[in-house]
């Protein structure tokens, strides 16, 4: 039997020409490899690893074609038949088409995209377009921020994980952080809770006439616990300690004593006596 011609015979390059193509493809193919391994994160989240991942395959193929087919001059053909119609393929194409084939074997399951909707459990709040969403599953952790639309968008999850049972966090100002567990789907809503804070702080020098006086945080009403050093516990605060200021105002009857913003996780110390006696006499129960 003839053996097939080689068309690498009537090839004007040398066999260290083609081992030069295939190192160069070689050290392509490695470069892009890493680029790959070191941006994993960010193509997840942009849901476009698996296509990078086909760009890896190209430059291993070609550089495995040159190599074999070039510099140690070997020679393969496939053929395949279906429904009357043949498909020939010979020399280099064959590997090239056998490692790019081989490859795409190995890219990962398809992966899906989970919607987290942020709303407040409370009525008359404001949408949440800010803030972090956390997402726990298995043994990884994901931060994605909150966008414009009210939702934070988190690509390339494992479709091995639909079902599964995930936790999810909401880092937002003024509203409770604590994870949440859900079934795992594409789109999730995400009811939240105020935060409750404390508001610590003294008045030392009224101790004795506590009875007298009053609080008001942002408007409403609050009743402290004293001890007898004249600190004082205002609770239920909303909003997040170390984060959220409020409007702290203190009465002693009929007058306003005291007006300022106050940071809450802050002691607060007050002074009264700080505005004049008349200023907000409505406040604090004065006709």
């Known amino acids: ?47 476009v690893q698996n296509q990078v991942f086909y760009v890896l395959l190209i430059p291993w193929g070609l550089s495995s074609a040159a190599f074999l087919f070039g510099a140690m001059r070997g020679y393969a053909r496939f053929t395949h038949k279906h429904l009357g119609t043949t498909l020939e393929l010979g020399g280099p194409v064959v590997l090239f088409c056998l490692v790019v084939y081989a490859g795409s074997r190995l890219v990962p399951p398809e992966s899906l ?92 020098s009224v101790s004795a006439n506590a009875k007298g006086i009053r609080f008001f945080i942002d408007g409403r009403a609050v009743t402290p616990e004293w001890d007898p050093n004249g600190n004082f516990d205002l609770f239920p605060v909303e909003g997040t300690e170390g984060k959220s200021t409020v409007r702290l105002r203190v009465c002693m009857t009929p007058d306003l004593e005291y007006d300022d913003f106050v940071m809450l996780g802050r002691p607060a110390d007050i002074s009264l006596n700080q505005v004049a006696p008349s200023l907000y006499a409505k406040i604090c129960g004065s006709p």
């Open 1 to 47: 039997m003839p053996t097939p011609p080689n068309p690498q015979s009537q090839s004007g390059l040398s066999a260290a020409a083609y081992a030069i193509i295939s190192l160069i493809g070689l050290l392509l193919g490695m470069g892009l490899l890493l680029f790959y391994v070191y941006k994993v994160p960010d193509l997840v989240k942009s849901g």
């Open 113 to 204: 995209s989970l919607t987290v909707r942020p709303s407040c459990k409370e009525t008359n709040c404001l949408p949440i377009t800010s803030g972090v969403i956390s997402l726990r599953y298995s043994d990884v952790t994901r931060d994605e921020n909150i966008g414009p639309h009210t939702e934070a968008i988190f690509k390339g999850i494992p479709t091995k994980f639909l079902g599964a049972t995930i936790s999810l966090r909401a880092q937002i100002d003024g509203y409770d952080d604590k994870f949440h567990e859900f079934k795992l789907s594409d789109v999730l809503d995400l009811p939240l809770e105020k935060a409750k804070s404390h508001l610590r702080g003294v008045i030392g």
